[in-house]
């Protein structure tokens, strides 16, 4: 009897499901055949030296590949935190998807890595074929799940794998930048692909492709949306896959920049990438879409000001306020960020840094415009202070005169609701009016403006993250010269404290036991508001799967807390990942480690 047979599989053999059938020829001449009962599954394999993913490094190879959980780092540029994500790439629900997205991958691509990851960057999205996720940043989700209802990739793929038995599946609703992220990472993990998420705060979205993004302000101080194409998105998160390029230069192997959230048209689909880091770096415009992520992460950042006979002037250039900081999960650390920022670019300010940008950044995209620039002897500043939710928030004005005699400076406040990609959510709730103010040569002036947090809790949208974008716009009447300053924040939300009821040394819990497991947290606001209904949502291979609890009304005006029980069914370092969520509680969440005995 056949009890076992050693397979050898090829490193350029096309990764599928595979049926194995078994010849064998007796002495006699006679041929027997064998069907094995289960198909065979074939993936890259990153610990073969001959695979196109072939990986040396095994702590990254732990972190990249064999890591279940971790985090997606959000937020802002100085201030940011990990949003905790279950990617279960080991889960049979991940599998079946990656492979069935993998099938429309033509033949003869698809045993190479680059065809893979590029295809995938649109099939994961819905724009073009029925891919897994929609894209929505409207605000209106009431048709499906908030994109920060969310904490793990193994529900959004079983929803779409169970939506239709035939080829054509119904996308599932919705998904935004970092969850497109979240089941990209998954995806190619399942296929043995190593893969990471990474975080680019300050990111910009060039629309003309000119690798700068310019910004315009009419007369009066005011945001013209009309004429704003290009966006600096607070932060945008994308993945990055090891593969070698053969179809590059040598040298430009290692991690590639690959994104499937829909943005941009790259022949012909919402795709992008894989771009090679170095050719980035360099500022080179190789396969694929190098030139996009270029300007994301390094464009010049343009101000322009509207003239009374309604053209415009170039106030400010600032070559380093793209990009200021990219950042991935540090391999082998409990949810430490790691920047890789010199991945991406040279340091700025720098001569290298100058020509990878190169000759390609141009004069902006309105008639009228003049490149010509103007200085001003009257600076600005703005500052807005870090405050948690229902707290007030206080910006700190600064003016100084550096003019050999005194400046009369009129200026106004603003403050609105901001999309974390940059886009206004309508026109200024706060507006401290004109104030004018003398400048004597030489000195300064300064002042503090507060936004009440019953101002802007009436204003922030369900389902969205909480930025508010603050703008100065000064005149000096003796000049006319004029000049915006602007300066975001998001405001602080709170954490869950995941521990168990029953503490034990190390976390250490039984196999098949039932553990309780306590969640609490802090989610108490100064400011009364009406109390909405939540969901609790839990999840951790060999500990729970895709479990949810809808709470009821959530009451704001005091602490939070519930409990829950899992039964774990692996053993071995497992992690619980919790999240809360409500129209008004976005990207509440935390984790617990156990380990299974």
Known sequence: MLRS???????????????????VQTASQHVATFDAED???????????????????????????????????????????????????FDMASLETALFLIERVPNKHRHQAPMIVR???????????????????????ADGTPPTGWIGSVEIFEEYMRSSRNTRKKPVKYGQCFIFSGIFTSALRTLGIPSRS??????????????????????????????????????????????????????????????????ELSEQVYCCGPASLHAIKMGQSFNYDSNFIIAEVNADHRLWVE???????????????????????APGQKLASMDITHLYKHPEGSVANRAALGANVTVGSIEGESGEGEKSDVGFFIDVHDAKLGDD????????????????????????????????RGKAF???????????????????????????????????????????????????????????????????????????EGNEVQLGQPVRVNITGD??????????????????????????????????????????????TLRGPRTLVVGLSSSELVNVDGSLDLNVV
């Open 5 to 23: 047979c050693l397979l050898w599989v090829g490193s350029r053999s096309v990764p599928c499901r595979y049926t194995l059938t078994v010849a």
């Open 39 to 89: 198909p065979i599954v074939v993936l890259f394999n990153p610990w073969c030296k001959d695979d196109e993913v072939y990986m040396e490094n095994e702590e990254e190879l732990a972190e990249y590949v064999m890591n279940e959980t971790g985090g997606i780092w959000v937020g802002k540029y100085r201030r940011n935190r990990p949003m905790k994500w279950d990617f279960g790439q």
């Open 119 to 141: 295809y995938l960057s649109s099939a994961l999205n819905s724009e073009d074929n029925n891919g897994v996720l929609v894209g929505n940043w409207s605000g209106d989700y």
């Open 198 to 263: 990474v975080t680019n705060f300050r990111s910009a979205h060039d629309c003309h492709f000119n690798r700068a993004i310019d910004y315009y302000v009419g007369v009066d101080g005011d945001s013209l949306e009309d004429k704003n194409e290009d966006s600096i998105w607070n932060f945008h998160v994308w993945n990055e896959a090891w593969m070698k390029r053969s179809d590059l230069p040598y040298g430009y192997g290692g991690w590639q920049a690959v994104d499937s959230t829909p943005q």
């Open 307 to 329: 003239r009374k006979d309604s053209s415009f002037v170039l106030k400010r250039v600032l070559t380093d306020h793209v990009g200021k900081e990219i950042t991935t999960k």
């Open 393 to 424: 928030v206080k910006a700190d004005i600064g003016l100084k005169n550096t003019a050999n005699e005194s400046r009369t400076v009129t200026y106004r406040i603003t403050a609105r609701p901001l999309f974390y990609t940059g886009a206004g």
């Open 430 to 504: 706060f507006d401290t009016g004109k104030n004018e103010v003398v400048i004597a040569a030489g000195q300064g002036d300064s002042t503090t403006v507060t936004v009440k947090a019953s101002e802007y809790l009436a204003k922030l949208q369900p389902h969205q993250q909480y930025w508010l974008e603050f703008v100065f716009f000064g005149c000096v009447k003796e000049t006319d010269q004029t000049d915006v300053q602007t300066d975001v924040m998001e405001l602080i939300v709170p954490e869950l404290t995941v521990t168990l009821v029953d503490a034990t």
């Open 523 to 568: 989610l108490s606001l100064s400011v009364p508001t009406k109390p909405r209904s939540a969901a609790l949502s839990w999840n951790g291979r060999g500990l729970a799967r895709n479990q949810k609890r809808q709470l009821g009304s959530v009451d704001r005006s005091k602490p939070f807390s519930a409990e829950i029980t899992i039964t774990p």
